[in-house]
């Protein structure tokens, strides 16, 4: 079957580094998604990776390691409105999002 | 403001009531899509149109009944519901098209909650 793997809940201290890891099985792979989402609002787009190795964009980083089935969200420099929701989701054969659960990242002062 | 927007943010429907949530996009988008979202659940994709067309229907029961008008308007109409359906849903676009950047990158509006009982 296809799932994605990522922890329920973390807790970080603002200006520190976080990790965010997600495992994923599908059938077929077209790419691995993270999306943010603070209580309340809509999910937004954060970022894509189809190649192995780490894209990196202002203090948010995505790896993908194709051949472990697995990725992580990388955020430097935390600040208090980090704290949100991420969402792990991979694309699979037929450009369907199979989706995590979300991890649930506090940040604390 | 995510340019996808959603009304209302929050309904409370008994099981009896009919009610619809609606959907506007102001991207130029091709596809658009409504998903429920339920605490510590992922996502559940329940519909998706492309150019009008509905191309997934996720197995979803028929007392929720999607209608697309055009690229830019998306309505779910709901009708008779189960407790259990109280969730949140969300209502998304994309640019449409093949590929992953067509398909994936998805534009979400904020939701409607609703809460049937």
């Known amino acids: 079957g296809q799932n994605i793997d990522q922890p329920t809940e973390m807790t970080a201290t603002e200006g520190a580094i976080v990790q965010i890891n997600c495992t994923y099985q599908?059938?077929?792979?077209?790419?691995l998604f993270w999306y943010q989402q603070h209580a309340g609002e809509a999910p937004t787009f954060l970022s894509y990776?189809?190649l192995d190795g780490l894209e990196e964009k202002g203090r948010f980083s995505s790896f993908l390691s194709r051949s472990k089935g697995y990725s992580y969200l990388l955020l430097k420099e935390l600040q208090m409105k980090d704290s949100a929701s991420y969402l792990c989701?991979?694309?699979?054969?037929?450009?369907?999002?199979?989706w995590g659960a979300g991890t649930k990242l506090i940040i604390k002062p | 403001e995510t340019g996808v927007t959603q009304t209302p943010r929050h309904l409370v429907m008994g099981m009896t009531n009919k009610k619809s949530l609606k959907c506007e996009q102001h991207?130029?988008?091709?596809?658009m899509y409504w998903y429920k979202q339920s605490a510590k659940k992922p996502l559940e994709l329940m519909f998706v149109?492309?150019?009008?067309?509905?191309?997934e229907n996720n197995s979803v029961p028929s007392r929720f009944s999607p209608e697309c008008p055009n690229s830019s308007h998306l309505f779910l109409h709901l009708h008779t519901l189960q407790p259990e359906d109280s969730a949140l849903y969300l209502c998304?676009?994309?640019?449409?098209?093949?590929?992953?950047?067509?398909?994936?990158?998805?534009?979400f509006g904020a939701g409607s909650r609703l809460t049937v009982l």
């Open positions: 998304a676009s994309s640019r449409g098209g093949e590929g992953a950047s067509g398909a994936n990158v998805l534009t």
């Open positions: 599908t059938s077929g792979f077209n790419g």
């Open positions: 989701a991979a694309s699979d054969s037929n450009y369907q999002l199979i």
């Open positions: 990776n189809v």
């Open positions: 991207l130029g988008h091709n596809a």
């Open positions: 149109y492309n150019f009008k067309e509905q191309t």
